[in-house]
């Protein structure tokens, strides 16, 4: 383990990418990311990396192609309209099943929005984003530590079922400074792999990296056994948090930064007598469905809280399943939730019963 260091949310992606075995980074500026493409400008060349500033979003997402195809470990890292523009080359990369790591610091929209944080590219990131029939694992840290951890356990992920996997956190935690820990232990690749086109020096038969199938039967097949490794990631890979949901008669759902700020409004609601709990994914694809089944059995209502109008709140509605009232409260355009807003709606569904 390292000592303890103070570092903003973007940066230590970036650090903890390069203990991870990172040493190929493809990427555009801009904010609130930026942080995060400049820290592995000046530290990549350190550790005998490749930094590289394309031209644009879509010409870096292809150079992570390429590189993903050669089996190392690489990554690029982006914020909303940045991350729609690389969403063909996502969607390839996808198709060609191959794993790399992809950043969305989020910023509100629709368009260009604003720079303020947001949880509003919940859709693009939980459904795939592009065309065709993929999916992404996607993991949402709530805290810098978290983010340093998530970063290694994407890599691993990533190479362990040949598939991308995005780190999704709003601005907030993108800019924020906290101290955090960096695990020596964890990183540095799975070693050589055997899919990969690094050439056969004449000892095997040729790969080919490839998402272009022009017989249906042959891309039907394809896509269907894909779908039974993502049917293997969803019962292996789910993770959340519960905060004082033991009891809880009012689930609150959030992640990020909003499940941060509602743990305070928790806290606050506990000591004026109101049971009320935390669901927090932390994977948001696989989503957490049988922990919310499961609340939803002695549960009253569920309060859905994002900085969107309204994204998440379908995944909680589809796992309650209608046992119970889900209810929704947002913030978007860069509000950001206080806790006594929460607080309020929270009492509102309640009804004043304690």
Same mark, same amino acid.
């Given at each position: 383990? *390292?000592?303890?260091?103070?570092?903003?949310?973007?940066?230590?992606?970036?650090e /903890?990418?390069?203990r /991870?075995?990172?040493?190929?980074?493809?990427?555009?500026? &801009?904010?609130?990311?930026?942080?995060?493409?400049a820290?592995?400008a000046k530290?990549?060349p350190?550790? #005998?990396?490749?930094?590289?500033?394309?031209?644009?979003?879509?010409? /870096?997402i292809?150079?992570?192609?390429?590189?993903?195809?050669?089996?190392?470990?690489?990554?690029?890292?982006?914020?909303?309209?940045g991350?729609? $523009?690389?969403?063909e080359?996502?969607?390839?990369?996808?198709?060609?099943?191959?794993?790399?790591?992809?950043?969305?610091?989020?910023?509100?929209?629709?368009?260009?929005?604003?720079?303020?944080?947001a949880?509003?590219?919940y859709?693009?990131?939980?459904?795939? !984003?592009?065309?065709?029939?993929?999916?992404? &694992?996607?993991?949402?840290?709530s805290?810098?530590?978290?983010?340093v951890d $998530?970063?290694?356990?994407a890599?691993? $992920?990533?190479?362990?079922?040949?598939?991308p996997?995005?780190?999704?956190?709003? #601005?907030?935690l993108?800019?924020?400074?906290?101290?955090?820990?960096?695990?020596?232990?964890?990183?540095g690749?799975?070693?050589? %792999?055997?899919?990969?086109?690094?050439g +056969?020096?004449?000892?095997? %038969?040729?790969?080919i &990296?490839?998402?272009?199938?022009?017989?249906?039967?042959e891309?039907?097949?394809?896509?269907?056994?894909?779908?039974?490794?993502?049917d293997?990631?969803?019962?292996?890979?789910?993770?959340?948090?519960?905060? /004082?949901?033991?009891d809880?008669?009012?689930? &609150?759902?959030?992640?990020?930064t909003?499940?941060?700020?509602a743990?305070?409004?928790i806290?606050t609601l506990?000591?004026?007598?109101?049971?009320?709990?935390?669901?927090?994914?932390?994977?948001?694809?696989?989503?957490?469905?049988?922990?919310?089944?499961?609340?939803?059995?002695t549960?009253?209502?569920?309060?859905?809280?994002?900085m *969107? +109008? !309204?994204?998440m709140v379908?995944?909680?509605?589809?796992?309650?399943?209608?046992?119970?009232?889900v209810?929704?409260?947002?913030?978007? #355009?860069?509000?950001?939730?206080?806790?006594? =807003?929460?607080i =309020? %709606?929270?009492?509102?569904i309640? #009804?004043g019963? %304690?």
């Amino acid at each position: 383990m *390292s000592d303890k260091v103070l570092m903003k949310g973007n940066e230590a992606i970036a650090e /903890a990418a390069m203990r /991870a075995g990172c040493r190929h980074f493809f990427g555009y500026p &801009i904010t609130p990311q930026t942080e995060l493409a400049a820290y592995m400008a000046k530290k990549m060349p350190k550790v #005998g990396g490749l930094f590289l500033q394309a031209e644009s979003e879509v010409a /870096a997402i292809n150079m992570v192609y390429g590189a993903a195809g050669a089996g190392v470990r690489v990554m690029t890292s982006s914020s909303s309209p940045g991350i729609s $523009l690389k969403q063909e080359g996502i969607s390839y990369i996808a198709g060609a099943d191959l794993p790399c790591l992809i950043v969305n610091i989020v910023r509100g929209g629709p368009g260009l929005g604003g720079i303020q944080p947001a949880q509003s590219d919940y859709f693009q990131a939980t459904r795939g !984003g592009g065309h065709g029939d993929y999916r992404l &694992i996607v993991l949402a840290p709530s805290s810098v530590q978290e983010m340093v951890d $998530l970063t290694y356990l994407a890599f691993d $992920l990533g190479d362990k079922y040949r598939m991308p996997v995005m780190i999704i956190g709003d #601005g907030m935690l993108g800019q924020m400074m906290e101290p955090v820990v960096f695990d020596d232990t964890k990183g540095g690749g799975t070693g050589e %792999k055997a899919w990969a086109t690094t050439g +056969t020096r004449m000892a095997r %038969k040729r790969n080919i &990296i490839n998402s272009l199938y022009i017989t249906p039967e042959e891309l039907e097949k394809l896509v269907w056994e894909r779908e039974k490794k993502y049917d293997t990631v969803r019962a292996a890979e789910v993770r959340f948090e519960q905060y /004082a949901a033991g009891d809880a008669e009012y689930i &609150i759902a959030a992640y990020g930064t909003t499940a941060r700020i509602a743990k305070n409004a928790i806290d606050t609601l506990r000591r004026e007598g109101y049971k009320v709990g935390l669901i927090r994914p932390i994977t948001l694809w696989p989503f957490p469905n049988e922990a919310f089944s499961r609340a939803a059995k002695t549960a009253k209502a569920f309060l859905t809280v994002e900085m *969107s +109008t !309204g994204q998440m709140v379908e995944d909680v509605r589809l796992s309650v399943d209608g046992k119970v009232p889900v209810h929704f409260y947002g913030r978007t #355009g860069g509000m950001v939730p206080s806790p006594a =807003e929460i607080i =309020e %709606k929270i009492k509102s569904i309640a #009804g004043g019963d %304690k």
